[in-house]
């Protein structure tokens, strides 16, 4: 009874004009169980080789016509046969012949006489080195198509988030000037009740005007982040005094921050004026909306400290508060548009102050930072200078 056949196993190429060897060298591989094709001489190899796509060749050195040398190295030269392992099969024992067998591209050589069990080992090792480097080639083809996908995939949501953004700053460009008008038409009303003395309705007016204005609000920020996104708004750069900026925003909260008892500090670690090339009105907004935020949650009686100073290649403003701070988990959430956090439920806002204090740091080469100020948070935003 035959043995079965296993069309799935390997196939060995082997190349020699001597009949006994190929043979010999045929019997040993399928006694190994692998799939055994032969050739007689170095034109025939290559034509074989290309045709069968064998998984190893195993090479003679010596014979007529194209010798091991030159068929390796047009095997080598063959796209279609280059990563096909080549292991030579010779007499030649000198150490030039083995530095010329390896440069032609083989990867072994077993010597003449031949030891079976010699050629069995290196064929079976080399085979497996062969299924390694073929897994690993299609784990590689694999991820690079995973990330094509991916890469794909995040354009296709980055086109979405894009035309989402589009539409909201649409619809808040399209809005604010109906909603100004209808402000406008709300005061000619409270006008008119402040005559007649009907303070029901007027203080229900008033209400409504605050209201507006809070939308109003949203929409003007929602215009400004856009700007920044866009980067229209590094037209309006100029070199300014940051240390004006810093106490002009300091001096125009103290009012809000007295009716709160609290005080509001500033420490300067610079000498007189600090100039730099930025959006003065971006950067004014910025920190108020810093100190702000600050205000909100800052213990009655206790203190905000606004602070200016800078570095080799950065310029640092500081807002630091002694209320419940941010938690370390929540941090990198309270810059996103509209995120709210749990201490901030209770307190007025949209979820834009900080939003803008990120994209105003991001347009001036910055960042925004936070960190526990024992009690409290002190939020750092950063302006990289400029030459």
């Known amino acids: 009874m035959g043995e079965t056949r296993n069309d799935d196993a ?14 010999l060298v045929v019997e040993t591989l399928e006694a190994e169980g692998l799939r ?5 001489d170095g034109q025939e190899a290559l034509r074989r080789a290309e045709i069968v796509k064998p998984d ?4 003679d050195v ?8 030159q068929t390796c190295r047009a095997l080598k030269d063959n796209p279609a046969t280059r990563d096909i392992p080549v292991i030579f099969m010779t007499s030649l024992t000198q150490t030039e012949d083995k530095i010329n067998g390896f440069r032609a591209g083989a990867m072994d050589f077993v010597t003449k006489p031949l030891q079976m069990e010699e050629v069995a080992v290196r064929v079976q090792t080399h085979l497996k080195l062969r299924a390694l480097q073929r897994s690993q080639q299609e784990q590689n083809l694999r991820l690079e198509e995973e990330v094509k996908t991916r890469i794909r995939a995040q354009d296709a949501l980055l086109e979405v988030l894009d035309a989402v953004k589009n539409v909201s700053n649409a619809i808040a460009h399209d809005l604010r000037t109906p909603l100004a008008e209808l402000r406008s038409r709300l005061e000619m009303l409270m006008l008119g ?3 007649s003395g009907d303070d029901d309705t007027l203080n229900q007016l008033e209400v409504a005007v605050a209201d507006v204005d809070r939308v109003i609000g949203i929409f003007n920020a929602l215009l400004r982040l856009a700007e920044i996104d866009a980067g229209v708004r590094r037209s309006g750069f100029v070199e300014t005094d940051l240390t004006s900026i810093v106490s002009d925003a300091v001096e125009f909260y103290q009012p809000v921050a007295e009716l709160r008892g609290i005080s509001v500090k500033l420490d300067l670690h610079v000498q007189g004026k600090l100039p730099a090339l930025v959006d003065p009105l971006l950067i004014a907004q910025a920190i108020g909306n810093l100190i702000d935020n600050a205000l909100k949650f800052a213990q009655e009686g206790g203190v905000v400290t606004v602070s200016l100073g800078e570095s080799a290649d950065r310029i640092e403003i ?3 508060d002694d209320g419940p701070g941010i938690p370390v988990a929540e941090r990198s ?8 956090g749990d201490l901030s439920r209770g307190t007025p806002g949209v979820g834009l102050g900080l939003a803008l204090v990120k994209a105003v740091a991001t347009l001036h080469q910055g960042e925004l930072t ?10 750092m935003m950063t302006i990289g200078k400029t030459d």
Request: net charge neutral.
């Open 370 to 379: 936070f960190a526990d100020n024992d009690p409290g948070l002190t939020a």
């Open 193 to 195: 009740l402040r005559k």
């Open 62 to 69: 010596i014979m007529p016509g194209l010798d091991g040398f």
């Open 56 to 59: 190893l060749i195993l090479l």
């Open 318 to 320: 500081t807002v630091s």
């Open 36 to 40: 055994a094709a032969v050739a007689r």
């Open 333 to 340: 959430k309270v810059t996103e548009r509209f995120y709210r």
């Open 10 to 23: 390997p196939v060995v190429l082997v190349v020699d004009d001597t009949a006994a060897n190929l043979g």
